[in-house]
């Protein structure tokens, strides 16, 4: 009996560790991930990016070239086309 407990928690052990340097550290790094987009900083950052990207393609003539416009407009329409239906 008593090997069979000594077996079964080096089992264990090593199935826990095993998920700890597998699973277990792409876990935290996605947590990590969502707290650095979460920090006040972070949200600032963006914010203050996407205002000057904003200022800058004002001041352009043509925002999207002419392929990425036609694009988008049938997009829109395909959508507008599914919304009315």
Do not use: C, H, P, W
Not at 30 to 39: A, D, M, P, R, V
Request: net charge positive; no cysteine.
């Amino acid at each position: 009996m008593k090997i069979f407990i000594y077996k079964f928690t080096i089992i264990l052990i090593g199935l826990f560790l095993l998920f700890q340097f597998t699973i277990g550290t792409q876990v935290r790094k996605i947590k990590q991930q969502i707290y650095n987009l979460s920090s006040k900083e972070k949200i600032y950052d963006l914010k203050e990016k996407i205002r000057e990207e904003l200022k800058s393609a004002e001041s352009k003539d043509r925002i999207l070239s002419k392929e990425d416009a036609s694009l988008l407009k049938n997009f829109i329409n395909k959508i507008d086309s599914e919304l009315n239906n």
